[in-house]
């Protein structure tokens, strides 16, 4: 197998047909990263309802709870009821590998960045570290990780996540939660037709 990783990729919920190209690319790293060595698959949504900007990933959760609630190797961590942030992360993450089997982890967080940049999504193999633009030391996590950019970084980023547009938070929400709603479904039914399973 090519151990070269694939290049990040960036889809802007702006643009038309954003699910789709975002759905397209996060298929491209399933297929690479989400082997049989795998046995459970996690998708943990990191972030908190108190703040706009960091409401990302519990809104994804959120949604991904209702979407893929019957498949069962399927878990979401992190979703408005109950936040993962940077209080129980740790905690979090020691439980998944506690009580999952072979966990596969997706990790997805918002993040600040550059102007021109807002309103992407970016879907990267490895680890992401939450809390790295607000200067918090939180433990990496993830086997490929989403990021969403939210507002502009670089200056009192607390107040900036505070003060982000909810309009656009919900749009990438939106782009990312159907986008891996429909590339698991993609990636499950091709595993399905490869063993001869209808």
């Keep these: 197998m090519n151990s070269i990783p694939f290049p990040i990729h960036s889809i802007d919920v702006n643009k038309p047909m954003a699910v789709i190209h ?21 998708i943990m949504c990191i972030g908190t309802d108190r703040s706009t900007g960091d409401s990302l990933g519990p809104l994804i959760g959120y949604k991904l709870e209702k ?12 979703t408005l009821e109950k936040p993962v942030h940077a209080k129980n992360l740790k905690e979090t993450i020691d439980s998944v590998y506690k009580c999952r089997l072979n966990p596969f982890i ?3 967080d918002a993040c600040l ?36 950019i939210v507002n502009l970084g670089g200056f009192m980023e607390y107040i900036i996540l505070q003060n ?10 939106d782009t990312i ?12 039914k091709t595993i399905k037709e490869q063993s001869g399973y209808n």
């Design 22 to 42: 975002f759905s397209n690319s996060f298929s491209l790293y399933l297929d690479k990263y989400y082997s049989n060595q795998f046995e459970e698959l996690v």
């Design 67 to 78: 979407l893929i609630r019957r498949h069962e190797n399927i878990f979401v961590e992190g």
């Design 106 to 108: 997706i990790a997805i």
């Design 113 to 148: 960045g550059k102007i021109d940049r807002i309103g992407f999504v970016t879907i990267g193999h490895g680890p992401l570290r939450p809390g790295a633009g607000v200067n918090k030391d939180l433990p990496s996590v993830g086997d490929i990780h989403i990021t969403g």
């Design 164 to 173: 982000t547009r909810l309009g656009l938070v919900m749009k990438m929400a």
């Design 177 to 188: 939660a159907e986008g891996i709603q429909f590339g698991l479904w993609k990636h499950i």
